[in-house]
C-alpha cells in the first residue's frame, strides 16, 4: 500500500431499528396510538359517505343502512371510533399551550388554563351541536 | 444509602473479529454518588482495558458520552447508578448510528449535517470592526436563548424513530440550531438555511413524536423548534404564491 493509499475503512455495524420500538417506550406508544386514530376516523367517514349514498337510493336502502346501524359490529365499531376520537382530540388540546408558547402568543395565560379553556368549549360546542342535531 | 455491587451488562462489538455486537456483564462498586461513566471507567481500568467508549468532561457540557442506558438516551457522566438498583444495567450505543466499536458510534453524519445548516451567524454585509459590536436586547436574547444550550450529544437523534427509517432527515439538534440563528436579531441568514431546513428531508420530515425534548440533557426543546420552523415555512410558501402571482 503506499502512503497516499487511504487504509480499507473499517467495517461498522448499523444498528436495525426493531418493529417492536413502539412498545418500548410510553411517549411512542402513545405516539403510535395517536396516529392510529387516523385509521379509524378515516373508517367512520366511510360509514358515513355510504349511508348518504344509501339515502340518496330511496327509503329501503336507507331501512337496510339502518339496521346495519344497529347490528352489534357496527355499534361496537362506533363506540371505539368515538373512544379514538376523544382521545386524538384531549392529546391535540394538550399541545396548545406548548405551541401558543411558541407563536410567542398569550405569554401570560397559564398552561392549565389554556388546555381546560380549550377542553370546555369543545365540549359546550359539542353539546350544542348535538342538541341542535336532537332536536329537529 | 446504597453501597454494593451492581452488574453491567454492556454491548461489544470487534468488527475486525465479529459481525454483530454481543454482550458482555461486568459486577462493579457502586455508591449513592457513582454515575454510569465512573462504572465504565472503573471497568477499564480495573477489569478489561479493551472496552471502548467516548468521554471527555464527566460534567454534562462536552456532549461525548452519550449512550444507551436501559433503553433510553442519556448522558452517562449525569447518571446515577443508584437509580438502576438492583440492576442489571444495559449499557449500549446510542441507537441509530452506526457502531464502530463497542459504545462507539460513526457521527459523521451528524456532522455534516450540523454543517449544512450553518450554525454561525451570516449577515448580508459585515460591519467593519471601528463600527463596535452587534447589539441585542436581553429580550431579543431570550428568544434563542434555549436552543443555544445544545451541546451536539446526539441523544435527541437516539431518541427519534424518524432518523433510522429515514436517515436523510437532518434531524432534532441541527434543526434546532438552526433555528437558534434563525431567531437571532443579529443573523440574517434564515433564507440561506431554507434549503436545507425547509426541503422534504427537513421540518417536514418530523412527525412530531416529541421525544427528543424529553431526553435533552440540556432542556432544549428541538421538538418545538421543528414545529415554529414548520410554521415559518408554510407562510414563507404562502408568500411566495401570492409574489409570483403578483408579479404576473
Not at chain 1, 26 to 44: D, K, N
Not at chain 2, 90 to 99: A, C, H, K, N, S
Not at chain 2, 191 to 220: L, N
Not at chain 2, 233 to 244: K, M, Q
Amino acid at each position: 500500500m503506499s502512503a497516499t493509499e487511504r487504509p480499507q475503512p473499517t467495517p461498522v455495524y448499523s444498528q436495525p431499528l426493531p418493529a417492536t420500538w413502539w412498545l418500548t417506550n410510553r411517549h411512542y406508544f402513545f405516539y403510535v396510538v395517536r396516529e392510529l386514530t387516523a385509521l379509524f376516523i378515516a373508517l367512520f367517514l366511510l360509514l358515513y359517505l355510504y349511508g348518504i349514498l344509501q339515502l340518496e337510493r330511496g327509503p329501503e336502502a336507507y331501512a337496510a343502512f339502518l339496521r346495519l346501524l344497529r347490528s352489534p359490529g357496527v355499534v361496537f365499531f362506533n363506540v371505539v371510533a368515538l373512544l379514538l376520537a376523544v382521545y386524538h382530540t384531549v392529546t391535540w388540546f394538550s399541545l396548545t399551550p406548548r405551541l401558543q408558547k411558541l407563536l410567542g402568543a398569550g405569554r401570560g395565560a397559564p398552561d392549565g388554563a389554556v388546555l381546560s379553556g380549550s377542553l370546555v368549549a369543545w365540549l359546550l360546542l359539542s353539546a350544542l351541536i348535538g342538541w341542535g342535531l336532537l332536536r329537529g | 444509602m446504597a453501597d454494593g455491587t451492581i452488574e453491567l451488562v454492556v454491548s461489544r462489538y470487534d468488527p475486525e473479529r465479529e459481525t454483530e455486537p454481543r454482550t458482555q456483564s461486568y459486577t462493579v462498586p457502586y455508591t449513592d454518588e457513582t454515575v454510569v461513566l465512573d462504572a465504565l471507567n472503573d471497568v477499564k481500568e480495573n477489569q478489561d482495558g479493551s472496552l471502548t467508549y467516548r468521554w471527555s468532561c464527566r460534567m454534562g457540557i462536552c456532549g461525548s458520552c452519550g449512550m444507551t442506558v436501559n433503553g433510553t438516551p442519556k448522558l452517562t457522566c449525569a447518571t446515577l447508578l443508584r437509580d438502576y438498583a438492583p440492576g442489571p444495567v444495559r449499557i449500549e450505543p446510542l441507537m441509530g448510528f452506526p457502531v464502530i466499536r463497542d459504545l462507539v458510534v460513526d457521527i459523521g453524519d451528524f456532522m455534516e449535517k450540523l454543517q449544512a445548516i450553518k450554525p454561525w451567524i451570516i449577515r448580508h454585509e459585515e460591519l467593519p470592526l471601528e463600527a463596535g459590536e452587534y447589539r441585542q436586547t436581553p429580550e431579543e436574547r431570550d428568544r434563542y436563548e434555549q436552543y443555544s444550550r445544545c451541546i451536539n450529544c446526539m441523544l435527541c437523534y437516539a431518541a427519534c424513530p424518524i432518523y433510522p427509517i429515514h436517515p436523510e432527515f437532518v434531524g432534532p439538534a441541527a434543526l434546532a440550531l438552526a433555528q437558534r440563528y434563525n431567531l437571532d436579531s443579529r443573523d440574517e441568514g434564515a433564507e440561506e438555511r431554507r434549503d436545507v431546513t425547509a426541503a422534504e428531508p427537513g421540518v417536514w420530515e418530523c412527525m412530531f413524536v416529541g421525544e427528543c425534548s424529553v431526553v435533552c440533557p440540556k432542556g432544549v426543546d428541538p421538538a418545538g423548534a421543528i414545529q415554529q420552523m414548520k410554521v415559518a415555512s408554510t407562510f414563507d410558501w404562502y408568500r411566495s404564491l401570492l409574489g409570483r402571482k403578483g408579479r404576473r
